[in-house]
């Protein structure tokens, strides 16, 4: 399972691909939503807690859930009157499916192994053969925690760029945007 961090990224991504106004792209409740989909699926590691077995991975790491979440989320923001709900439902999805993509991608070192990234259309596990992500440990050990740090400078060094060319596309091609051409605003 890649950091918080890394899902934070990708989450951050998918809300600046997202995004068709200026207002859109600084809303900080749309950037919330977007990257609170983008961690939301970590949320099945409290099951632990209730009843003392391993649930990550499980359905909620599947498209299953990421179709429910886009779908809530859009009713939820259209419930609310907000402007555009459903591409905000949208991006929420794809925010939740960049998390599977991202734990599909990664080494796993706890059973079961992989994910169920088909959920609820399979009920195999799916595993990516040659991992790009490291795993992180759950453990506050000192060779954990920096393992750890390695791991999420990692994923850095992988999403950043990619959240930069979210940039760069996305204010070159905003509606509104103080960046579009023949603006006479500047940036």
């Not at 600084?26 to 391993?54: E, I, M, S, Y």
């Amino acid at each position: 399972m890649p950091s918080p961090l890394g899902h934070a990224i990708a989450g951050l991504a998918v809300h600046v691909v997202a995004s068709r106004r200026r207002q859109e792209l600084f809303d900080w409740r749309r950037v919330t939503l977007t990257v609170g989909a983008a961690l939301c699926p970590d949320l099945d590691l409290l099951l632990r807690w209730v009843d003392g077995r391993n649930h990550h991975g499980g359905a909620m790491h599947g498209v299953g859930f990421a179709v429910l979440v886009a779908g809530l989320v859009a009713a939820w923001a259209f419930a609310r009157g907000w402007p555009r709900p459903a591409p905000l439902g949208l991006a929420a999805g794809f925010a939740w499916s960049s998390h599977i993509l991202l734990d599909y991608l990664n080494v796993d070192t706890h059973p079961p192994i992989g994910i169920l990234a088909l959920w609820p259309f399979s009920g195999a596990y799916y595993k990516f053969p040659w991992p790009i992500f490291l795993d992180i440990g759950r453990t506050l050990e000192w060779s954990t925690v920096l393992h750890n740090a390695l791991a999420a400078a990692w994923e850095a060094a992988l999403l950043v760029p990619l959240l930069a060319w979210a940039w760069r596309y996305r204010t070159r091609n905003i509606e509104g945007g103080p960046w579009r051409e023949g603006s006479k605003a500047k940036p």
